[in-house]
């Protein structure tokens, strides 16, 4: 039995601190369930459930479902410029440029501490061009969707890079003769492999969870989509906000099974077999 580790909880205390926030999450949960089996005559039933489902009001609800793919192609194309461009100049400032740090440090603040209606003032001239060279498209959010996530990206895969000691492992790759596109992919990657899930994670939920650019821009997207539903059919507009919110909790639990350091296949307290030497 391990000893305990001085100034760490308990683990009943750890557990009931786990349970008292887990609970304090899952109130407005139950209430939003709660307000989506209410039904109009009174009683509790899944009819607003199985309207959402139901053919008949796929032409009612066109806007919602136009909107969730416009979010999910949005997720997909926004991670895609965290991925192939933000994380590899992130990597290579900090191995090649490190005096460069502190001012990218300093920029990808901008997006937290410059509110949302006043970025919106700024992206309004772009998309004027924009519309006129390339159209205006929902797809065209993910360029300023790539702006707000920035702050977020750069400190997930920033932290791994100064944990891992990423300066030594690309030295040594390169002293072996490997380029830097492999540095990159088979070095660096693997090392930060917490980091760009996290990205991605906070990316995904970010995007699917964006209101005010997507509506002062009037792009279709689930946010939107949800508020102009939410007129006509709030059941529907709070039973699809439960759906979204269960399933970001889902890809945060497969984020933080995937992520975890590698087990041990050896058991605890066991030493490595040694090879006998050969008898004479």
């Known amino acids: 039995m391990s000893a305990r580790v001085p100034g760490r909880p308990s683990r009943?205390?750890?557990?009931?601190?786990?349970?008292?926030?887990?609970?304090?999450?899952?109130?407005?949960?139950?209430?939003?369930?709660?307000?989506t089996l209410r039904q109009t005559s009174?009683?509790?039933?899944?009819?607003?459930?199985?309207?959402?489902?139901?053919?008949?009001?796929?032409?009612?609800?066109?806007?919602?479902?136009q909107g969730l793919g416009n979010s999910f192609a949005l997720a997909a194309l926004t991670l895609a410029i965290v991925l192939g461009v933000f994380a590899p100049t992130i990597v290579l400032v900090h191995l090649r440029h490190p005096r460069l740090e502190r001012a990218l440090?300093?920029?990808?603040?901008?997006p937290i501490a410059i509110p949302a209606i006043v970025l919106v003032?700024?992206?309004?001239?772009?998309?004027?061009?924009l519309g006129t060279?390339?159209?205006?498209?929902a797809w065209t959010l993910s360029l300023a969707y790539g702006v707000l996530v920035l702050p977020f990206a750069y400190r997930a895969i920033a932290a791994d890079l100064q944990g891992i000691d990423a300066r030594t492992r690309a030295e040594a790759a390169r002293s072996l003769g490997a380029g830097w596109g492999a540095v990159l992919l088979r070095v660096i990657a693997p090392g930060v492999r917490r980091g760009l899930?996290?990205?991605?994670?906070?990316t995904i939920a970010i995007v699917l969870g964006e209101f005010t650019v997507s509506s002062l821009l009037n792009r279709m997207t689930l946010q939107t989509a949800l508020l102009q539903i939410s007129k006509s059919d709030p059941f529907v507009a709070v039973a699809v906000s439960l759906l979204s919110l269960v399933g970001a909790f889902v890809v945060l639990l497969l984020v933080s099974s995937t992520g975890g350091a590698p087990r041990r296949s050896a058991r605890r307290g066991s030493r490595p077999s040694t090879p006998q030497e050969p008898r004479s």
């Open 197 to 202: 899930l996290a990205a991605s994670l906070l």
């Open 42 to 65: 009174g009683g509790y039933g899944l009819d607003h459930w199985a309207g959402l489902f139901d053919p008949e009001n796929a032409r009612t609800y066109r806007p919602l479902f």
């Open 133 to 137: 060279m390339v159209g205006s498209g």
């Open 121 to 129: 003032v700024g992206f309004a001239p772009i998309y004027r061009v």
């Open 12 to 35: 009943g205390v750890a557990y009931a601190v786990v349970s008292l926030i887990g609970l304090v999450f899952l109130i407005p949960l139950a209430a939003m369930l709660e307000f």
């Open 105 to 110: 440090d300093l920029l990808t603040v901008l």
